[in-house]
């Protein structure tokens, strides 16, 4: 059973740093690349940062310099991670974990979000 968990979240003043991890188990050997989206009240859900099996990565512009995606490909879990630091208040959102898997057709599986509140 595919199952993402989220963690790190929370309450950091304006120029802050905070780190989220999540949690990928279950059929990890079927994973490809990972992602962090974002969603902020009254907006669309949006690509954050992503990281392929490889470790190639891209990122939003608006995060650009400001965030970092890694991944630990472990035994039994794959954890991803999403260090950020200068935050804004404009980073203010609900942030999902995303993974997609080599299925047919490739599915993707998100995780149930933390959320990242900046004060200004």
């Known amino acids: 059973q595919v199952q993402l968990v989220e963690s790190g979240g929370g309450l950091v003043k304006a120029g802050g740093s905070l780190r989220l991890s999540c949690a990928a188990s279950?059929?990890?050997?079927?994973?490809?690349?990972m992602g962090w989206y974002r969603q902020a009240p009254g907006k669309e859900r949006e690509l954050v940062a992503a990281?392929?099996?490889?470790?190639?990565?891209?990122?939003a512009d608006s995060v650009k310099g400001r965030f970092t995606i890694s991944r630990d490909n472990g035994k039994n879990t794959v954890s991803l991670y999403l260090d950020m630091s200068s935050l804004n208040p404009e980073d203010t959102a609900v942030y999902y974990c995303?993974?997609?898997?080599?299925?047919?057709?490739?599915?993707?599986?998100w995780g149930q979000g933390t959320q990242v509140t900046v004060s200004s």
């Open positions: 279950g059929f990890i050997y079927l994973i490809d690349a």
């Open positions: 990281i392929t099996s490889g470790g190639n990565t891209n990122y």
């Open positions: 995303n993974a997609r898997y080599r299925l047919n057709p490739p599915r993707a599986y």
